[in-house]
């Protein structure tokens, strides 16, 4: 069998990555779908979803539009979604679980390697799966500019970009006084999000203005922390 090529730990990844999709799809007020075919049906249905949400905004997404995108029976969209907030909540859930995702690789880079990448390679680790994330899927910027997250949510996520940032400055510039590094962290974290609200965000409707507003700011942390890192 061919599951019996795929390591354990492995098994588990991708059992913990099914159980978090499921999860997410009941929290958007869908149906989880319980067999690998409904599984494929579901991405599917939210792949068309997403197309319709970059050719036409949000006005394009009717349960009878996705369907016929989909190829699928109007039947089955009913069957896992009740309505179509539902199948945009979803589609922005998978959206999440993708960024968490990188969340969690990027977490797991060794203060060894942060200190030995060159300021353009540390930021480029930090910034480019989800600049490659956006342009590969170009309704996520339109949909999180247009369903926001909660702000305890989004202040819980903000620290932990923080705390990213902080780990990536202490590795590289342990010399420099802890409040100084705190600071560095803070305003590589500001510059980055105030970069998306203002500009991304006011491309929302042109993803390929988007995807290049999002490379200029790589490009700024860049030139920022190679500055800095002179300075220090």
């Known amino acids: 069998m061919v599951m019996s090529k795929i ?31 409904g599984k494929a049906r579901v991405e599917g249905i939210l ?30 969209m009913y069957h896992f979604f009740p309505d179509s907030e539902s199948l945009v909540m979803a589609l922005r859930n998978r959206h999440q679980l993708a960024l ?7 977490a797991k880079i060794t203060t060894a390697k942060w200190r030995a990448f060159s300021p353009a390679e540390a930021i480029d ?3 480019t799966p989800y600049i490659e994330y956006m342009e590969d899927n170009p309704d996520c910027l339109i949909i999180f500019h247009a369903l926001p997250a909660e702000e305890e949510c989004e202040g819980k996520k903000e620290e ?11 590795a590289r510039m342990p010399r420099v006084k802890p409040a100084d590094r705190a ?12 970069s998306m609200r203002i500009r991304v965000g006011a491309s929302k409707g042109d993803p390929r203005q988007a995807s ?7 490009r700024a942390l860049t030139a ?9």
């Open 125 to 127: 680790a930090l910034l």
């Open 7 to 37: 390591k354990k730990t492995e098994f588990v990844a991708l059992e913990t990555a099914d159980v978090a999709a499921d999860l997410s799809l009941t929290a958007a007020g869908a149906r989880a779908p319980q067999q690998a075919r």
């Open 160 to 170: 932990r970009i923080v705390r990213q940032l902080r780990k990536v400055v202490d």
């Open 100 to 106: 968490e995702s990188i969340d969690s690789a990027n």
């Open 183 to 194: 600071l560095y962290a803070e305003m590589l974290h500001s510059l980055a999000v105030g």
């Open 212 to 218: 290049r507003y999002l490379r200029e700011i790589r």
């Open 224 to 232: 920022y922390l190679t500055l800095l890192e002179a300075e220090g």
């Open 47 to 76: 792949d068309a979803a997403a197309t319709l949400v970059v050719e036409n905004g949000f006005a394009g997404v009717t349960m009878h539009k996705v369907a016929k995108q989909a190829k699928t029976p109007i039947g089955s």
